[in-house]
């Protein structure tokens, strides 16, 4: 059995629930109750003032619970992360494709923050946004609370420049650069996004790098930060990523194949330091397959 690092939070919405246990159960019904109520005498679950929950806690519409997911027989994710700069405030670090940033689903340890948090002995390390698990590349980690929301507030505000790198079918009747913009939602199954009627929401600069036979290597600049916005876009201009398995159309799920990584990757962030005033700028040291 694995366990997170830090635990998860969740609000408890309004119910006809006795418990805080039972108020836990509706909201994951794919827990079996008897594990929650092994978490909850094990100390695994706390109330708003970090304090250890019992399985008679009274419910509270809203209540704040804090918990410790755990995973068993938790598959090792091949790839090492690789740390490019590090101080008392911020933290790079190179994420390899498959990789997880936060816990999810059958992920705990084998996450790049858990990783991080272990690699760095620093518990308050904050990831101050995510990639999918299937791309590889930058990502920025608050280290120190104090600071925490002067580094948030660039990707609120946007003022970090994002440059992607991806490989993809040719595309030889659009002029280049070429700006996507089109409306992302939700789409089926409910992890995936599609573009909709409307006015858009998303936007994303698309320049050719490269030029081979079967595919184009392209430099992908998202100006928003939708779900899977560049892989969205990608298919909708008919050259989705190589290698992607959920766009254009869902694959069926099966062993996941290490040796085939989606071949998008976060490249480079671009900022002025609002701590200090400095233009910092990342690049990453990974690489895509070769054309």
Known sequence: MTHAPAPSTVHLPPGDWTTALDGLCACFPRIARAQWLDRVRRGRVLDARDTPIDEHTPYRPGMKLRYFREVENEPVIPGEEVVLHADEHLVVADKPHFLPVLPAGGYVQQTLLARLVRRLDNPALVPLHRLDRETAGLVLFSARPATRDAYLALFRERRIAKRYEALAAPLPELAFPHVRRSRLEAGEPFFRMREGEGEANSETRVEVIERGA?????????????????????AALGAPIRNDRLYP???????????????????????????????????????????
């Open 214 to 234: 079967s595919l184009w290597r392209y430099a992908l600049e998202p100006h928003t930060g939708r779900k899977h916005q560049l892989r969205v876009h990608m």
């Open 249 to 291: 159309r869902l694959q069926p799920r099966g062993v996941e194949d290490f040796g085939r990584p989606l071949q998008l990757l976060a490249r480079g962030l671009a900022f002025v330091d609002p701590l200090n005033g400095q233009v910092r700028e990342f690049n990453s040291s990974l690489s895509l397959d070769p054309l």
